[in-house]
T-cell receptor, first 110, second 113 residues
């Protein structure tokens, strides 16, 4: 059974600093990886997808993928209080939906 | 453009009853997936529908079923409800299959008492 592991946190980061979120996955055949953000009481919102080894940048967000180490990360630069949320890592690509980690609770301290 | 619409937002049911949840995907999206979210297990895949056909199903008992209509709207049904079925049920819409950049609906919060 596929697994995605994340540290549940909470991860506390000062405003303006870089927040670093990590996850590992078990299935070497996984092709695609996603980061979703979920505010309390809301549904998940896609913020980044990554399919190839290396870095992918989108505004203040950078996703990093290392397939050899089965490791995915999300960096949030210039963290803002509005970034406080639970961040869900997910993997997919084998035609059985997405496998989600249980999420990391991020707190940005003003 | 309208997002993914799920109804109802909240439901309270008694053990043994059955329930039907509805999802209208984003216009033009033909794939609808359903997920269950609980504090203990997180988000878990239930099933995916495309062109009125169930393409795959997660590791849930047969009490969980669904269907998709020709307009891509989808329903999921849970029969013989158990206390452990209390969860947030999320519908996810995507253009086609194997595209996991989902847009989620707001969810249906089901409480079984």
């Amino acid at each position: 059974q596929k697994e995605v592991e994340q540290n549940s946190g909470p991860l506390s980061v000062p405003e303006g600093a870089i927040a670093s979120l990590n996850c590992t996955y078990s299935d070497r055949g996984s092709q695609s990886f996603f980061w979703y953000r979920q505010y309390s009481g809301k549904s998940p919102e896609l913020i980044m997808s990554i399919y190839s080894n290396g870095d992918k940048e989108d505004g203040r967000f950078t996703a990093q993928l290392n397939k050899a180490s089965q490791y995915v990360s999300l960096l949030i630069r210039d963290s803002q209080p509005s970034d406080s949320a639970t961040y869900l890592c997910a993997e997919g690509g084998t035609d059985d939906g997405l496998t989600f980690g249980k999420g990391t609770h991020l707190i940005i301290q003003p | 453009k309208a997002g993914v619409t799920q109804t109802p937002r909240y439901l309270i049911k008694t053990r043994g009853q059955q329930v039907t949840l509805s999802c209208s995907p984003i216009s033009g999206h033909r794939s609808v997936s359903w997920y269950q979210q609980t504090p203990g297990q997180g988000l878990q895949f239930l099933f995916e529908y495309f062109s009125e056909t169930q393409r795959n199903k997660g590791n849930f008992p047969g009490r969980f079923s669904g269907r998709q209509f020709s307009n891509s709207r989808s329903e999921m049904n849970v029969s013989t409800l158990e206390l452990g079925d209390s969860a947030l049920y999320l519908c996810a819409s995507s253009l086609t299959v194997l595209t996991y950049g989902y847009t989620f609906g707001s969810g249906t919060r089901l409480t079984v008492v």
